[in-house]
């Protein structure tokens, strides 16, 4: 069984070349359920800073094709893009990185756990994952669970959204008893509009009319009909936008139409919310998913702390994925075991019990299972293999293999 990765994010390509692989919930469903026909198991990681295609297959497989061919049936003109594959325990040992953070424009941000977390939920819904994929994804969301509660540092922000909200004070901005607008009522939105009032910002916060009665606003902020957004960003210093909308929630010409400009225009989405024309405009200071990088040489021993952490989780996957390989190999070692029984002499003073035989093929089946699932972290078929050859020569059996 081959497992495959391939993906994007910010650390190679720009936020115009991800735009394309920003799919839809119902362009995810597609590829899934598409990519289903061919492959053992299929998820897709999906979120601003990245698009991760994770394959499990018999054959080995260009995922990069396939995310590239998607990205085409909406973007037929997109060039040639940046992508990275790894195969293996590289693969692995990548998504159980990306859980803890280590590969998030902010070091350790608390929301990709829940990203990894639904992205194998979608496939487990839509019956597109297998056992390799299940189990490589789980191990992934424990061990970002693990690094959130064991690793902190109340000087890395724990969110883009604080990120954001951080980069702009270092620029010399006060956000004390100013009036921000967050469009979006999403996680990013309420993430955002939480760090805004932490700072004594008066925030609004926009609802569209058909998510009313089933929406959450922060306690403290202000909603508003995401219809009339344009006339509280007339009377706002600060706009964050973060919704999933495949159009603009504010275009050049409407900013261009109004009196009073925010001062700052912050984008958190992908694709764009905000036109990127609205940068032109000499008032108003725009700022995008690409300017919230963090420097990971200032984070060196969280970094190591967090590397750690993968590696363990890794190596608990890869102990998972060599004990099911090993496992047709342990099959047939309880064949031989239980053949050297039944013909050895020690046997006879029982084989006059009723059952005899079909009593020591259970206790011997049994005792193998107890002390290998004892010893699984450290069993490998070839292990295994080479114990079979050695009893099978040993005691004169046929020699038994197993393909895999």
């Given at each position: 069984m081959y497992l495959q990765m391939a993906g994007l994010d910010y650390h190679i390509a720009s936020m115009e070349q991800r735009e394309p692989f920003s799919f839809?919930?119902?362009?995810?469903?597609?590829?899934?359920?598409?990519?289903?026909?061919?492959?053992?198991?299929?998820?897709?990681?999906?979120?601003?800073?990245?698009?991760?295609?994770?394959?499990?297959?018999?054959?080995?497989?260009?995922?990069?094709?396939?995310?590239?061919?998607?990205?085409?049936?909406?973007?037929?003109?997109?060039?040639?893009?940046?992508f990275y594959e790894k195969s293996g325990i590289a693969a692995a040992r990548h998504i159980i990185e990306v859980a803890c953070g280590l590969h998030s424009q902010v070091l350790h941000e608390e929301q990709i756990v829940t990203q990894v977390q639904q992205a194998v939920g979608q496939?487990?819904?839509?019956?597109?994952?297998?056992?390799?994929?299940?189990?490589?994804?789980?191990?992934?969301?424990?061990?970002?669970?693990?690094?959130?509660?064991?690793?902190?540092?109340?000087?890395?922000?724990?969110?883009?959204?604080?990120?954001?909200?951080?980069?702009?004070?270092?620029?010399?901005?006060?956000?004390?008893?100013?009036?921000?607008?967050?469009?979006?009522?999403?996680n990013m939105g309420q993430l955002a509009a939480q760090q805004l009032m932490k700072r004594g910002c008066t925030v609004y916060i926009t609802?569209?009319?058909?998510?009313?009665?089933?929406?959450?606003?922060?306690?403290?902020?202000?909603?508003?009909?995401?219809?009339?957004?344009?006339?509280?960003?007339?009377?706002?210093?600060?706009?964050?936008?973060?919704?999933?909308?495949?159009?603009?929630?504010?275009?050049?010409?409407?900013?261009?139409?109004?009196?009073?400009k925010p001062s700052y225009l912050v984008d958190l989405a992908l694709p764009r919310d905000i036109e990127l024309t609205c940068k032109e405009i000499s008032s108003v200071h725009y700022l995008d998913l690409d300017d919230f990088s963090d420097a990971a040489e200032q984070h060196q021993n969280m970094q190591a702390a967090l590397q750690t952490?993968?590696?363990?989780?890794?190596?608990?996957?890869?102990?998972?994925?060599?004990?099911?390989?090993?496992?047709?190999?342990?099959?047939?070692?309880?064949?031989?075991v239980v053949a050297?029984?039944?013909?050895?002499?020690?046997?006879?003073?029982?084989?006059?019990?009723?059952?005899?035989?079909?009593?020591?093929?259970?206790?011997?089946?049994?005792?193998?299972?107890l002390i290998m699932g004892n010893m699984r972290e450290w069993i490998t078929p070839e292990q295994v293999e080479h114990c079979c050859q050695k009893i099978a020569s040993h005691s004169r059996l046929p020699q038994k293999g197993v393909t895999v």
């Open positions: 839809s919930k119902e362009q995810q469903e597609t590829i899934l359920k598409t990519l289903k026909d061919s492959v053992q198991g299929v998820v897709l990681l999906n979120t601003c800073n990245r698009t991760e295609l994770y394959l499990s297959s018999d054959v080995p497989c260009q995922p990069s094709q396939w995310l590239l061919q998607f990205a085409k049936e909406t973007h037929p003109s997109m060039e040639s893009v940046p496939a487990r819904q839509l019956q597109t994952t297998d056992a390799i994929l299940d189990t490589l994804f789980r191990t992934a969301v424990s061990a970002g669970k693990y690094a959130l509660t064991h690793i902190s540092d109340t000087e890395i922000p724990v969110s883009l959204a604080e990120k954001a909200i951080q980069t702009i004070e270092q620029q010399g901005f006060s956000l004390s008893n100013k009036i921000g607008l967050v469009i979006g009522n999403g609802l569209r009319a058909h998510h009313n009665s089933s929406s959450i606003v922060p306690f403290g902020a202000i909603p508003v009909p995401y219809e009339k957004r344009m006339q509280y960003v007339a009377q706002s210093d600060l706009v964050i936008s973060a919704t999933r909308s495949p159009h603009y929630t504010i275009a050049a010409e409407q900013l261009q139409s109004i009196d009073k952490i993968a590696e363990k989780y890794t190596a608990d996957f890869q102990a998972w994925q060599q004990y099911r390989a090993a496992i047709p190999h342990i099959a047939v070692l309880k064949e031989l050297n029984l039944l013909r050895s002499t020690t046997m006879d003073a029982v084989r006059t019990q009723p059952d005899a035989d079909k009593v020591i093929q259970v206790a011997a089946e049994r005792t193998i299972d």
